[in-house]
Each structure stands twice: as structure tokens, then as C-alpha cells.
């Protein structure tokens, strides 16, 4: 679905974060239904991609930001540009640290401050504003509806399954190989579904990204 706008949304997000090299999975909820209804075909899908020799990763589920700070904070400066990596130098000055010290400090004499206390083990020097702005810009004109938890669009229309596999898009035999054993992973989720749920309308899926274009 090149024409589709959520997921050309997405794949420039990949790109400005500096990587292309996912498989995507659009799957688009019928006219008229309630995409909550759909969300088990989702986990099925997610779940037989990543059961695939494939397949390095799948991502559709939003994820919890604290959960993935320890992972994410040992690689986050290589996303930032030089310009950001100076408003990081100048944070942690004696100056940057002095400030933010006081700034947390103040934040922990408020009523809010024992559900700021995490924040602050993990911000200390106050550098979660650059990160959230490079995100930010990275993101723009993504819209997803985040209270679902999925990578779902706005208008809850698309969800979006993005798949890292385990070999690059140019290797056309590996991407081939692909294709083929996650259109099986399909079929059966979609049979499952169906058998589960007779009486709704089985949404379309499609597929975007560096391997589906390589092959066609």
C-alpha cells in the first residue's frame, strides 16, 4: 500500500531515525468495525513472525517507556545530531549539573515528588528534553492512537506490524524466503481469526518496506 499515508508516515520515521530496513505489515480494520476487534489477529501475527529462523524482531505493541530506559539509554546519544550532542555538553557542565541539581531538587519538595523520584534517578542531569526532541522531530506527522497500546493509526484504521529481519533487503533469495513463510504466518493467523470470530469481516493486509519493494 504505497499510497497509504499512515504507512509512509511511519517508514519516514524509520528513515529520519536512520534505518529502513523492516518488513511492514498493514493491516487495514473494514469499514465500519471497531479495530479493538482485531487486536488478537495482531498479537497472532506478531507472535508467528517472530517464531520465524527470519525474523530478528517484531515490533506492534507500543512500548512502555520505563521499561525500555536501561536498554535505549546506553545507545541513545548516537541519535543525536553534533548541535544536540553540544546541548549535552553544555548540560553537563558545573554550571548544567548545579542547575539541575536545584531543578531537582525543588521537583522533590512538591506534592508530586515521590512519583517524580523515578524520573529523577534516571534524568539527573536533566537531558530528557533534547532526547524528547530529536523524537519528536523524528516523529512529526506520525499520529497513532496510543491509548490502544498497538501501533495503530489515529483514525484507527491501520495497524502496523514492523518486522527486523535477520539479513539485509539487497539479499533478494533471503527476502524471497521472507515473503513466502510470513504468508504463511498469515494464513493461519487469519484462519485462527476467522474460526475465533466468524461473524466479523477479515480486515486486508499488505506489505511495505525495503523487502517487499526489493522483490517487485
Known amino acids: 500500500p504505497q499510497d497509504n ?12 531515525m536512520g534505518t529502513i530496513d523492516y518488513h511492514l505489515v498493514v493491516i487495514e480494520v473494514p469499514k465500519g468495525r471497531d ?5 488478537p489477529l495482531v498479537d497472532a501475527l506478531g507472535a508467528g513472525y517472530r517464531a520465524l529462523p527470519e525474523v530478528r524482531g ?24 553534533p548541535a544536540e550532542l553540544d546541548r549535552v555538553g553544555d548540560s553537563l557542565t558545573d554550571p548544567g549539573i548545579a ?9 522533590l519538595r512538591t506534592p508530586q515528588g515521590s512519583a517524580a523520584a523515578g524520573l529523577v534517578r534516571y534524568d539527573p542531569f536533566d537531558l530528557l528534553p533534547i ?13 497513532l492512537a496510543t491509548a490502544s497500546g498497538y501501533y495503530l493509526s489515529a483514525d484507527r484504521s491501520t495497524f502496523l506490524v514492523a ?54
Open 131 to 143: 532526547f524528547l526532541d530529536r523524537f519528536r522531530q523524528a516523529g512529526a506527522g506520525l499520529k
Open 5 to 16: 499515508p499512515v504507512v509512509n508516515d511511519f517508514r519516514r520515521v524509520l528513515e529520519s
Open 58 to 81: 517484531v515490533q506492534y505493541r507500543l512500548p512502555d517507556p520505563v521499561s525500555l530506559i536501561d536498554q535505549v539509554l546506553p545507545q541513545a546519544f548516537l541519535l543525536l545530531t
Open 163 to 216: 518486522i527486523r529481519p535477520r539479513r539485509p533487503a539487497q539479499n533478494i533469495p533471503f527476502a524471497r524466503r521472507l515473503l513466502d513463510a510470513g504468508a504463511q504466518v498469515e494464513k493461519k493467523a487469519l484462519a485462527g481469526f476467522h474460526a475465533e470470530t466468524p461473524d466479523l469481516p477479515l480486515p486486508k493486509l499488505g506489505h511495505t518496506g525495503s523487502y517487499a519493494i526489493s522483490l517487485y
Open 99 to 107: 542547575a539541575s541539581v536545584a531543578k531537582n531538587h525543588r521537583l
Open 35 to 39: 479495530a479493538a476487534d482485531y487486536e
